[in-house]
């Protein structure tokens, strides 16, 4: 492998057995597990910097604030982004899809607009869409998914050509089927028909390098877990002239110019969009995290895991698994699917030996039902595992197999 | 250990599950999900006078949920609307608690009782006895 | 003091020095401090079941979801809740309130209802409803406040008679002046006169009783980071049979029942209000602080820092500053202005003798302005304080006073 | 030490601020506020043919912003409007930056340069000098 296999001694969840069995863990897409050194930096803020934020009358508000806006340039260099103003904090990927669909569209989203959403997105960034579709007579229009499971650029022409296309939401990465959707080039097709552009980087943060800036999309939406960082924070991009148009999303604290009961007035982005008490133990950790990645390199990941899926598929292929997908361009995540056996039964075979593996719909129920599949298991690979890893699952397939042939 | 999990009648009924398909007019239905791994279940009645007539499923999942639905349209058949109630509760119990499944209630059911010991799968026994009562609540 | 000095060694932050001198933290009002336990906790989330919940395919999964779901039933069980799905976890006690506003706002609230909310109000609890009312063309009318610092209930009567008030929003305890209000007899009042009851218990948590079953409101807002727990996470309580009316408030994962293009279905509460991947290393975190508060008491802690304010309120005085508010249930919170000495800078000289106490609106600009005051210095008590750690205020009062006098 | 911040000429500013009060018809004003403290000010200028003819501000905050307030009314007044974004530009390097302050331009703002060392403060040094350009920036 390209990564030394002493990466893996930092991460200290990955030093215990499971079921009597060490545990091999293959879900990173759905939260990777944390170095120490991220662990330690939100342990770290709590016993030497536990202060709100933006208040620094005194000592502690100075740390803890300069830890949360050093978070703040941080993930905009990281990103690629032109101004750390255009970094706002949010809980989750999901809050930030949510924040932008409900911001945006009261903006701009009229009666009959059409939203543009590829068949393969995550739930997280369907639904923020009908919700606000429904709340402003919009329409979501699936883009559809090859059998391959890309994208289909044609049809997604023509849909563009068709409507009056308000926004495109596509995600950078596959979560599902670890498709690496050519963003670029369909945020500059949704572009040229006058369309904004909502890009799901969930699963891109810590897997392909964006440069936020020479991308001609309006949002980038970010989990921190999903990247060796903390649970409770995430983070959404917007391009400041966006985000300076667009109304606050939550009330509260923080967000505020000045408030009466006659004219309640906001802050200028990000702070306009982060209301109530902001959460600088999860930005400090998020930092850390932002560093390890940068310190691996995101392309030396990148190659990492594409060596192991690459292994990983033809052992899987070998043991009589259909994976399910051929896209052009993949991440470290492979869906597949194995005869007579349900995703969900072997799921507790792989338990069994101490693997952990999703089966599902992956929160992507029209993916599922456009590929006419139930469900799937999914292995998905980070920077500690190993194509070692896979043995296990060779085993826990042999041995379900067993049962179910 | 996992043999205890999938016994053969597990397996039988799962890879040949009784009572699947439709119902076209039934007097009672209502839909399982299980929001996680997207497993669902449809059930179907026609219940006359208090009784379970006919009862059919269709759907996907796992030969967990699968079994448990075949077993389960032949462990209420022809039984009262009542006593199908006080089934699902033994098994319900059988599957959840920890003191000896009652054998007499149970027959073939109590095969399921496996998934004590694999929490998450608990759902996937279930999912067909929760549509169940779901439809008989409501009405076609 | 009724505690035990030695709970302050239980909270390592508080065992540096700040600018040459030992930290006096005054300001857990803001944010409290944490003790270890809870610092662990977190740690120990990541270190042994760093999973997402509800997907307990596997071995950490299950440990994930059993660590949430154990914290939603130890949560009900502190505030007596009589279910545990009248529990959502939120980010923050300003996001519940914000939910609240939202999906309650949508199935309720129509053109030109009246929604009361208090003079003293933290903007968290005027701001989201301010924007639901400008949402629905609903008004928000202030309930005015004594000089005493208390909710005028005879002019919250009249208000109730006179308009069609839908909903009444006030605070717990008051983060500015420690005001304790009769959230019970409030809460009585508003029912009968037809209205529902957003209580805002930001800072009740962790300060008062409560059992929100024999109270007859509707919501109950709370945060985790005032509360000797982790920041990033809080919850909304709510009615069993007012949540299950709501619409959902963010759309995505986790949420939803089914998703498909044509017709997307929602989960029962409290999945429906819960979008995207959960928190459950902060939740177990927030769960170790409410064993920790259970452990001490709450009795005890009101009790503590009963004595305390009570001796600081004397000691001030004495040093010439003059208390704001004379509420006759107070928690342990002092708001004061000293005479010709601005509150900011006065900060300047506690942060220099290693105090950390907070100055200025305390996120209540309306009820400085109903004051006449630009703003206070406020100490906020919590466990670990003793009268000791007050006599370094006086000691920072008598060297401004040096310089402005 | 906290002498160095509040020196004599800063707590006489502040005590009896020069130019506060209000303007009845402004050419340009803007209000700054800080959100985190509730500090507000309000500037207004009268401006003719680019020349700074009148200034004066009004509003509540610390020590700190208001002898700021006051000393730049004192220092912008009968200066052009270039020249008077020129002395904020200076005087925020010199509250800002650590290098030596240009006493020339600056003269008693120079007074103000212990903010440096309490970096919370810097804003409230600051905030009217914002508000002054935001008001030269649009009209009345
Ligand atoms: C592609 C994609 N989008 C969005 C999300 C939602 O992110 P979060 O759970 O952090 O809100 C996920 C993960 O769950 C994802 O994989
Ligand atoms: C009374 C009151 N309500 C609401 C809030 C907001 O809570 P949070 O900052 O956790 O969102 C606070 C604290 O900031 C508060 O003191």
Redesign the pocket.
Same mark, same amino acid.
Do not use: L, R, V
């Given at each position: 492998m390209s990564l030394p296999s002493s990466i893996r001694c930092q991460f200290p969840a990955l030093q215990q057995e499971v079921n009597g069995r060490p545990l091999v863990y293959l879900d990173s897409? /759905?939260?990777s597990q944390k170095p120490q050194r991220v662990i330690d930096a939100v342990s770290n803020f709590y016993e030497t910097s536990c202060a709100n934020v933006n208040r620094g009358a005194y000592e502690l508000g100075r740390r803890s604030t300069n830890l949360y806006e050093g978070a703040r340039t941080l993930l905009q260099e990281f990103i690629g982004a032109e101004h750390s103003e255009e970094i706002i904090f949010t %809980? &989750? =990927?999901?809050?930030?899809?949510n924040l932008a669909a409900n911001s945006w569209s009261a903006e701009y989203l009229e009666y009959e607009d059409v939203i543009l959403v590829s068949e393969m997105?995550?739930?997280?960034?369907i639904v923020p869409w009908q919700m606000a579709a429904e709340r402003h007579g919009a329409r979501v229009i699936p883009i559809p998914v090859t059998f391959d499971c890309e994208i289909d650029l044609d049809q997604f022409e023509s849909l563009l050509r068709e409507e009056p296309v308000k926004m495109v939401a596509v %995600?950078?990465? =596959?979560? /599902?089927t670890g498709t690496i959707n050519p963003i670029e080039q369909i945020a500059t097709m949704a572009k040229e028909a006058g369309s904004a552009v909502m890009i799901? &980087?969930?699963?891109g943060l810590a897997h392909q390098r964006v440069s936020v800036k020479d991308l001609p999309i309006d949002f980038y939406? $970010? /989990?921190?877990? %999903?990247a060796y960082g903390p $649970?409770g924070i &995430?983070a959404l991009y917007g391009k400041r002239e966006v985000l300076r148009e667009l109304p606050p999303y939550q009330g509260g604290g923080d967000m505020i110019r000045a408030v009466s009961f006659e004219d309640t007035t906001y802050r200028k982005p990000p702070g306009r969009f982060e209301a109530g008490t902001q959460n600088p133990a999860d930005a400090a950790g998020f930092a850390e995290a932002l560093r390890f990645i940068s310190e691996v390199g995101v392309e030396a990941l990148h190659q990492h895991e594409t060596e192991i899926r690459i292994a990983a598929e033809k052992m899987l292929q070998d043991a009589g698994a259909d994976i399910v997908g051929s896209p052009k361009e993949k991440a470290g995540i492979i869906s597949f699917v194995l005869p007579r056996i349900h995703p969900h039964d072997f799921s507790t075979f792989s338990d069994q030996l101490g693997a952990a593996i999703r089966t599902g719909h992956? #929160? #992507?129920m029209p993916l599922m039902s456009s590929l006419g599949l139930p469900g799937t298991a999914r292995v998905s690979l980070a920077a500690y595992n190993s194509i070692e890893d896979l043995n296990v699952l060779i085993e826990a397939i042999e041995s379900a197999r067993r049962i179910f042939a | 250990m996992l043999q205890e999990l999938y016994q053969e009648v597990i397996l039988d009924h799962s890879k040949s599950p009784r009572n699947s398909g439709v119902i076209d007019e039934p007097s009672h239905q209502a839909e399982g999900f299980n929001p996680f791994c997207g497993d669902q279940v449809k059930v179907m009645l026609i219940v006359d006078e208090g009784l379970i007539q006919e009862i059919r499923f269709s759907g996907q999942g796992c030969a967990i949920s699968q079994a448990s639905a075949s077993m389960m349209t032949q462990a209420v058949k022809g039984h009262t609307v009542a006593e199908a109630r006080d089934i699902f509760k033994t098994f319900h119990k059988a599957v959840t608690e920890d003191d000896e499944p009652d054998i007499d209630v149970l027959n073939e059911l109590a095969s399921l009782c496996g998934v004590k010991a694999y929490p998450s799968r608990i759902k996937c026994a279930t999912l067909a006895w929760h549509a169940m009562e779901e439809a008989l609540e409501n009405h076609a």
């Open positions: 897409a /759905a939260t %809980k &989750g =990927c999901t809050e930030a899809i997105e995550h739930h997280a960034n %995600k950078h990465i =596959c979560n /599902a799901d &980087g969930a699963q939406a $970010m /989990a921190s877990h %999903k $649970m &995430g992956h #929160c #992507c | -």
